[in-house]
């Protein structure tokens, strides 16, 4: 069941004394009166979204159904981790059908190269995203993945790229009307880490075989559910202003914890939401993660007993789809028939019990706890709304722009210069 749990925080302090600041802060994202409100469509949009640009995405898949096992998506930062997210977190690691690779999110050759190998035989979809259309990983896989398509399709290669990007402006709105490929629209009031339920999400999702009526169902129940001013009825709420009492009392960074490895990029998704939406003008919490119990062998030293100014958001989902029954065995030569007949997902939940009591009772660490039921695309929705909100509260409760990222183009000034880019 769906619960955020502040027991194990330590926090005294009244939420309520927050209420004023933020039913202020409430009225800015709902009214679009805040800092960077040309781009908070993505509140109502779970509502709103546009209906034709969804079937088409329903259309776009029956059109390429069963001619593809594989689908390359390019795109980077928000034209990418969202999508990546839930193709994990509802198919898991190693799923059966579709083969989702992404590209597009790096200069690695290296690794590049490992993609042009791996798909040389395959049934190719390529859908490349960017909202400016001028993302430099993003041009540079899409070059070298089109010019694939090109040798491997001919003229057939068209049906089988798709752009997502704006509705207008930028090269690769240009690029794709010119080749005539498929085009989807990234909302003008919606930036990238916020788009994940537009096409930019959605389609690689569709294409995959997730059922992106369920993933906006879920977001459409948390839009509801998370709409109340009031602090005591909404956890979005109670998140964020747990997030600022402990930022006050010195904790300078906050650890996404999960118990599954195929929710790792989950927490990288979570990760860019909050780290690029707070981190500036000399604020923010930096946003990292770990998955345990496997980071519990490598970070769980520092997390037990090292500097103490950070706090964990623990995400558990009760039900992940899959379990296993340990098996018994006779000889018990290696001392672990006592937990003969047990559920791994029990010993995970101990594991998860154990951790928490050895992080706070014993470290001191405080410890929000986040439950939700399960793995699937409604769930995905619900839980990224719920991260969405409350980091637009963070953010308007420190009195920063959630929607934009100006330092991110220090790194590619210093790039386009050294890599002798016109102006
Ligand atoms: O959240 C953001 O705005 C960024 O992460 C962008 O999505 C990322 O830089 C990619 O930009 P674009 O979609 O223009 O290629």
Request: glycine share 10%; proline share 3%; aromatic share 12%.
């Amino acid at each position: 069941m769906f619960k955020v749990d502040f027991s194990k925080t330590g926090l005294k302090e009244d939420f309520s004394l927050y209420q004023e600041e933020v039913s202020r802060c409430h009225r800015d994202l709902h009214e679009k009166t805040g800092k960077g409100n040309d781009f908070v469509g993505w509140v109502d949009w779970p509502k709103n979204y546009d209906k034709e640009e969804f079937d088409r995405m329903l259309a776009c898949r029956k059109r390429l159904e069963g001619k593809y096992d594989t689908v390359l998506v390019c795109g980077i930062g928000g034209s990418y981790l969202g999508a990546r997210a839930a193709n994990e977190m509802i198919r898991g690691l190693y799923p059966k059908g579709v083969e989702v690779i992404f590209i597009g999110n790096t200069f690695s050759a290296s690794y590049l190269s490992q993609v042009l190998d791996h798909v040389k035989d395959k049934e190719l979809v390529l859908n490349v995203i960017s909202k400016s259309g001028t993302t430099t990983e993003t041009s540079i896989s899409f070059r070298i993945f089109k010019k694939l398509m090109e040798e491997k399709y001919g003229e057939g290669a068209k049906e089988r790229i798709i752009a997502t990007t704006d509705k207008s402006r930028g090269v690769l709105r240009a690029l794709a009307d010119q080749e005539g490929y498929e085009t989807f629209v990234i909302p003008d009031d919606i930036g990238g880490r916020y788009s994940v339920f537009t096409p930019v999400g959605l389609l690689p999702l569709v294409l995959a075989g997730v059922d992106i009526e369920a993933l906006m169902k879920g977001s459409l129940q948390a839009m509801k559910d998370f709409s109340s001013e009031k602090i005591e009825e909404n956890p979005t709420y109670q998140y964020a202003v747990a997030r600022r009492m402990l930022g006050k009392e010195g904790y300078r960074a906050e650890m996404f914890v999960t118990y599954h490895l195929q929710l790792t990029m989950l927490a990288e998704w979570w990760k860019q939401l909050f780290g690029e939406s707070e981190g500036k003008e000399g604020k923010g919490i930096l946003p990292t993660s770990a998955c345990f119990s496997t980071d519990l062998h490598s970070l769980g030293q520092f997390i037990q007993e090292g500097d103490r100014s950070f706090y964990e958001t623990v995400i558990d989902i009760d039900d992940m789809g899959a379990d296993l029954v340990f098996p018994g065995d006779d000889k018990d030569l290696d001392k672990m028939n006592y937990l003969t007949g047990k559920k791994l997902s029990w010993v995970n939940k101990m594991a998860f019990e154990g951790t928490l009591s050895a992080h706070y009772d014993v470290g001191n660490v405080p410890n929000i706890v986040i439950h939700f039921d399960d793995n699937s695309a409604y769930t995905f929705g619900y839980l990224i709304y719920f991260f969405f909100i409350a980091c637009g509260m963070s953010c308007y409760l420190l009195d920063i722009n959630p929607f934009n990222q100006p330092g991110v183009e220090v790194y590619k000034k210093k790039m386009f210069k050294l890599l002798g880019k016109p102006e």
